[in-house]
Nanobody, 122 residues
Framework: QVQLVESGGGLVQAGGSIGLACAAS????????MGWYRQAPGKEREVVAT???????YYADSIKGRFTISRDNAKYTVYLRMSSLNPEDTAVYYC????????????????WGQGTQVTVSS
């Protein structure tokens, strides 16, 4: 199994910046892409940004130009730097790791962290 441990988050004022980190451990061979999702109160979980082991990244339109995802493959750690935050960014942010591109026995399709709260005050 894979364990994802998130750190960072908290309370930040509108216009400010904050960073998140997520470290993976366990069956690291199971991990391909990593990324961040978020879920605001009363809303469905949505993708924020993802990054492959080759550092190809994807960003949701709502955060393009404001958030930056990065990854340290040696440490199996993914980061999210969030800038120009606004109250609409308030959510629980979840770290995600996708399972292997090619099936490997014992690996799951997705792994999730426990979530970390980010609150942006106006």
């Amino acid at each position: 199994q894979v364990q994802l441990v998130e750190s960072g988050g908290g309370l930040v004022q509108a216009g400010g910046s904050i960073g998140l980190a997520c470290a993976a451990s366990g069956d690291l061979i199971c991990i391909s892409a990593m990324g961040w999702y978020r879920q605001a109160p009363g809303k469905e979980r949505e993708v924020v940004a993802t990054i492959t082991s080759g550092n190809s990244s994807y960003y949701a339109d709502s955060i393009k130009g404001r958030f930056t995802i990065s990854r340290d493959n040696a440490k199996y750690t993914v980061y999210l730097r969030m800038s120009s935050l606004n109250p609409e960014d308030t959510a629980v942010y979840y770290c995600n790791a996708h399972g292997p591109v090619t099936w490997i026995q014992g690996c799951s399709d997705d792994y999730w962290g426990q979530g970390t709260q980010v609150t942006v005050s106006s």
